[in-house]
Structures are given as structure tokens and as C-alpha cells.
């Protein structure tokens, strides 16, 4: 028998044009039609140990849910999927694939692996769009209330998995809608609103109670939710604690973390200014400093917002850019200027306090630093100036204080964050587990729900047992 031959490039996903997406606020990646998706699915060679499986957090069943999509069982692929994600469509979108279970995909050794998650993202649209959303059957009630402090994915995957246990379960969110750092973080034209509204309108279909508008730590305490009769509490509050660079200038005005910068466009939508009032001052010349996602999505949202002039500042070279590769194409194609290894070293303002120019440093560079990347080093006397309005600053965020410092007992480590088990998200208080950003710091989505995951199964045998 003739041997199959590997189709070795993959399907390429459709996109808005570069001129025309600059100009809305609309996804830019269109995805997969349902033919896109067989012929992808299609070139999956079904090995007999998937290695991507041991590439996913969550260890979805990925040639499972694939060999659906070719036999057109869309609906059935979705489900296969949410049997261990319950957030497909998110993940599907901003997972970062490329290092997960794509990464491990054997098609990648001589061609382009399976686009698993533009597969993700298509059985999970579709499903929401012709089928009816199935639910579980929940196990009747165990009698145990559960918190979960956070919505973001760590939250809400404890969330899930613990109502699927038939547990009672609320989810405090401070904000006013419910999704964390997916709904604050992330613009509109990489994961939309309605997306991340409809995964968690899942929640509520499992019986998840969503409480908005509720500060654990100012509304309540932690300890004041054991006094209400909750018997186990999760802490997902992630990383919002900007970090800035410690130069002179940075209190200027026109310098943001890309923390504000982002929340105020994405959540209080500050894009359609003055019809809301919550603005920010967009000028003619943006710098952007940091090579992470968070870096693609401020510098972008500039574009967007009618800055003429949008520079990417990055102290090391394109190479070590922490950013997914799709987004950094994405921002050069929509006319990023990047300026790799050069560092700022002030910002300078005008004679009423506003940023003007931005002074930098060019770098080389050294021998790989504790990171693993190579470590960045000034080359004296090559200082130059950037004129620019608006200075962003990302690069990175430390974990949330306001828990760590309201709870008496609750262990912290050295940068902030939240001391925990990493097998089982346990503190060291009894009955208080904790996981994603806040134990971790700034990860990715798909790491801080297998976080949640481990949590909820070992808070489940908690209550279960009341064994610490």
C-alpha cells in the first residue's frame, strides 16, 4: 500500500486586510469556514502517543476532538473539547500555541504543525452558533459553598469544575463584568467582549454564582467569607500591580502602565470618547515599551486610536520577543515601528508637564541572563531621543497586593505573590488554595487554568475529607 504522503503546510487562516483593520475595532483573524477546518483536521496524522496532548495544560483530548472536525462532527468536537476546557473559544483565540501543544507536534519537525487552536476556536463558534449549548449533568448537591476570588481563567476553571462536582459555587469579581484580565487586558480585535460574555454565560448554566462589584479584601475578607459559611475559598486575582522602570520622567504626564492604558480602552471604552467619559489623551506619537503581548496589544490600540507614529521599544532583539510570533506579524504589518535593543533611560517633559521626548540607549547583547534570554547590555555614549506625546510602559505586572495584605496568615512570597502547592494550589491557610498570575506571576491563560484545574481537584478532596 502506497504510503500517505504528509500535507506539511497548514491551512492559512483568513485575515482582515493591515489598511483596513487599523481603521476598526473588529477581529482580525477570521478563522477557519467549516471546509478550512476538514482539510486541516485532514492533515492530522492521528499518532499513536500524542505528544500534544502532554504540550496542553489541561490535557485536552486533541486528536479526539480533531478526528470529529474530519468527519464533520463539529458539535461533537466542541464537546470533546469541553470536557477538559471549558473556555475553548478564549483559548482558541489567545492561547499561546505555539510553545503549548503545537509545539509538540510531530508534523512540526519537517512542515508547519496542526493549527490546533484556529481548530479550537471553530468547533467552539460553531457550537455556540447551531447548536444548543450542552450542559453536563450536575451530581446532586454536596452541600458545600465555595468561593472563588477572581473570574479570570483560573477563577472561572475552578469555577466549572468544582459546580460540576455539585458543589454551591460564587465567584466574586471586582470589576463590573466578570472575565478578569480577558475582558481589562485584552482588546476587542483579539478576543472580543461578546466571546468571553458568552463562555462565561457558561458558568451560569452550571449553576455558578457571579457576584460583580465585590472587592474581596475590601468588601469582605477572606476570613469574613469562612464566617459566612463558605468552607473553602480559591484566590485567581492575577497580576494588575503595574510595574514601572524606575527613570526619571515617568511622572509626566502622558506616561501610562499599559495596565490603565488597556482598561480604560478595553473595559470603560475609552474609544469612544467623549460619548464615555473615562478618556485617555491619544496624540500623534506613541512609544510602547516592552516586546510582550501586552506591548502588541498597547501599541496597537494606538494605531487604532489615530496616533499617526506608534514606535515598539524593546531592549533585546525581535528574537527573544516573549510576544506570540502571530501578533508580533500582526503589529509590523499594521506599521509598528520597532526599535530592538534600545532602552529608555528618561522622559523628558515640556514646560507644563507633558511628555515631549523619550531619551534612549542602544544595547547589545551578553552571556543568556537567569530568564535563559540573552542578557541586554548599554553601549556607552550611543544616546538619542525619541520625540514622542504618550510613553506606555509594558513590562509586566506583579501580583495583585490587596489579598495578600488584608489576610493575616496567608503566606507571601518575596515578589507579592501568593505561596501555594503547585500540584495542589494550597496556602498556607487551611481551607485557602490559590492559583494562576497571583501564585505565578504574569502567564498565560491556558497555564493559569490548568492551575485552576489542579486546584479544584484538590479542594474538592478537601471538603470531601477535611484533610489539610
Known amino acids: 500500500m502506497a504510503k500517505k504522503k504528509l500535507l506539511l503546510d497548514k491551512i492559512p487562516v483568513k485575515r482582515q486586510a493591515p489598511k483596513e483593520r487599523v481603521l476598526n475595532w473588529n477581529e482580525v483573524a477570521l478563522g477557519y469556514s467549516e471546509e478550512d477546518a476538514v482539510n ?60 503549548q501543544c503545537q509545539e509538540t507536534c510531530v508534523l ?57 462536582l455539585g458543589h454551591s459555587v460564587t465567584v466574586f469579581e471586582a470589576l463590573h463584568k466578570p472575565g478578569g484580565v480577558l475582558v481589562y487586558g485584552i482588546p476587542e480585535f483579539r478576543l472580543p467582549k461578546t466571546i468571553v460574555a458568552r463562555e462565561c454565560e457558561y458558568m451560569g448554566k452550571l449553576g455558578v454564582e457571579l457576584k460583580t462589584g465585590f472587592v474581596v479584601g475590601k468588601t469582605r475578607t477572606v476570613e469574613e467569607l469562612f464566617e459566612e459559611g463558605y468552607e473553602a475559598v480559591f484566590i485567581g486575582t492575577g497580576a494588575g500591580l503595574p510595574r514601572f522602570m524606575k527613570i526619571p520622567g515617568e511622572n509626566h504626564n502622558g506616561v501610562y502602565s499599559a495596565n490603565e492604558w488597556l482598561t480604560r480602552i478595553n473595559l ?14 491619544v496624540r500623534n506619537k506613541v512609544a510602547v515599551i516592552g516586546g510582550g503581548n501586552t506591548a502588541m496589544d498597547a501599541a496597537r490600540t494606538s494605531l487604532r486610536l489615530g496616533a499617526e507614529v506608534v514606535y515598539d521599544v524593546y531592549r533585546r532583539s525581535r528574537k527573544e520577543m516573549p510576544a506570540r510570533i502571530e501578533e508580533i506579524e500582526n503589529a509590523e504589518e499594521e506599521g509598528i515601528q520597532f526599535n530592538f535593543l534600545v532602552n ?31 542578557r541586554p547590555i548599554p553601549i556607552e555614549g550611543s544616546e538619542f531621543k525619541l520625540d514622542v506625546d504618550i510613553v506606555v510602559v509594558a513590562i509586566g505586572q506583579s501580583p495583585n497586593p490587596l489579598i495578600p495584605q488584608s489576610t493575616p496568615g496567608l503566606e507571601v512570597g518575596k515578589w507579592g505573590n501568593v505561596v501555594a502547592d503547585e500540584e495542589t494550589g494550597k ?14 506571576g504574569e502567564a498565560t491563560v491556558i497555564l493559569a487554568m490548568g492551575a485552576g484545574r489542579k486546584a479544584a481537584e484538590a479542594m474538592d478532596e478537601y471538603l470531601r475529607t477535611k484533610k489539610w
Open 40 to 99: 486541516e483536521a485532514t492533515r492530522c496524522i492521528m499518532c499513536k502517543k500524542s505528544q500534544c496532548i502532554d504540550g496542553c495544560p489541561v490535557e485536552i483530548d486533541i486528536p479526539g476532538f480533531i478526528d470529529l472536525v474530519r468527519n464533520r462532527d463539529f458539535v461533537g468536537a466542541a464537546r470533546k473539547v469541553k470536557e477538559k476546557n471549558i473556555l475553548p473559544a478564549i483559548c482558541g483565540r489567545v492561547c499561546p500555541q505555539e510553545v
Open 268 to 281: 470603560m471604552k475609552a474609544y469612544r470618547f467623549p460619548e464615555y467619559d473615562t478618556p485617555i489623551k
Open 344 to 374: 529608555p533611560v528618561r522622559i523628558i517633559g515640556d514646560e507644563k508637564g507633558w511628555v515631549k521626548q523619550m531619551e534612549c540607549i542602544r544595547m547589545e547583547l551578553g552571556e543568556p541572563d537567569e530568564s535563559g534570554r540573552r
Open 427 to 440: 496556602t498556607s491557610m487551611k481551607g485557602v488554595f490559590a492559583g494562576g498570575d497571583i501564585v505565578t
Open 108 to 164: 512540526g519537525k519537517k512542515g508547519d504543525p496542526i493549527s490546533i487552536g484556529t481548530l479550537e476556536r471553530f468547533v467552539a463558534d460553531y457550537e455556540a452558533k447551531n447548536a444548543e449549548i450542552e450542559v453536563p449533568e450536575i451530581p446532586p448537591s454536596t452541600g458545600k459553598r465555595v468561593a472563588v476570588v477572581g473570574s479570570g481563567p483560573a477563577g472561572l476553571t475552578v469555577a466549572g469544575d468544582m459546580a460540576k
